[in-house]
């Protein structure tokens, strides 16, 4: 069966410190990939997704950047973080064979920025 | 901006009550998802419906479309303490391989014993 794996699952750091998220995805192959974060009490807003290793799409011009260095592994990066950068982010995979294919979620990172 | 938007925003009932959740979209759609959130988890999904079906069923979900609406619902029968979540719709505006989609601001659920 297909899991994924994030981490860490909380992060505290300081404005202006480096980010590094990863995610990781077993039990399929040539997932498609997303990066979500959703702020308090409000909705998903999709970041970055990917369908295949180097190819990153970005959804919403920001502080962060997105990498797919290998099949399985997606990383959310930022060079200095700012305060609005804090929220709860949510890697998902879907399946790139099945029309219509639902996203199956991370238990998600929570960060904090002080 | 948000393509979905959940009605109520809250929403508490007595366990073995129904709840229903309504969502609201505003451009044409491929298919529309619901999925619950419990409190600080990922999402987990629940039903699809694609943009040319009106009614669906899985378990005690029910969950219908109206595209003319650009509405759709989601019933949840004989509601359990477990049911306590928030619950988004997604719409699916992708027209490639990745399922880009737009998840409303959601309803939280509380059900009571």
């Known amino acids: 069966s297909q899991t994924i794996h994030q981490w860490p699952a909380t992060l505290v750091q300081p404005v202006g410190s480096p980010l590094s998220l990863e995610c990781t995805v077993e039990g399929t192959s040539n997932p498609n990939l997303y990066w979500y974060r959703q702020a308090a009490g409000r909705g998903l807003q999709l970041l970055f997704y990917s369908v295949g290793i180097g190819q990153i799409s970005s959804e919403v011009p920001q502080n962060l950047s997105a990498s797919r260095p290998q099949d399985r592994q997606f990383i959310l990066s930022s060079k200095k973080l700012l305060l609005s950068d804090s929220g709860f982010y949510l890697c998902?995979?879907?399946?790139?064979?099945?029309?219509?294919?639902?996203?199956?979620f991370g238990n998600g990172t929570r960060l904090t920025v002080t | 901006s948000q393509q979905g938007e959940e009605d109520p925003q809250a929403l508490s009932i007595q366990e073995g009550e129904n709840a229903t959740m309504n969502c609201s979209y505003k451009t044409s759609i491929n298919n529309l998802q619901w999925y619950r959130q419990n409190s600080g988890r990922g999402l987990v999904h629940l039903i699809l419906?694609?943009?040319?079906?009106r009614e669906k069923h899985s378990g005690r979900l029910r969950v219908t479309l109206d595209t003319s609406k650009k509405s759709s619902s989601l019933l949840i029968t004989a509601s359990r303490a477990a049911d306590t979540a928030s619950y988004f719709c997604?719409?699916?505006?992708?027209?490639?391989?990745?399922?880009?989609?737009?998840f409303g601001t959601g309803t939280r659920l509380q059900v009571t014993l």
């Open positions: 997604a719409t699916d505006r992708s027209t490639g391989t990745a399922s880009k989609l737009t």
């Open positions: 998902a995979w879907s399946s790139w064979f099945i029309e219509n294919s639902p996203l199956h």
């Open positions: 419906i694609r943009s040319n079906e």
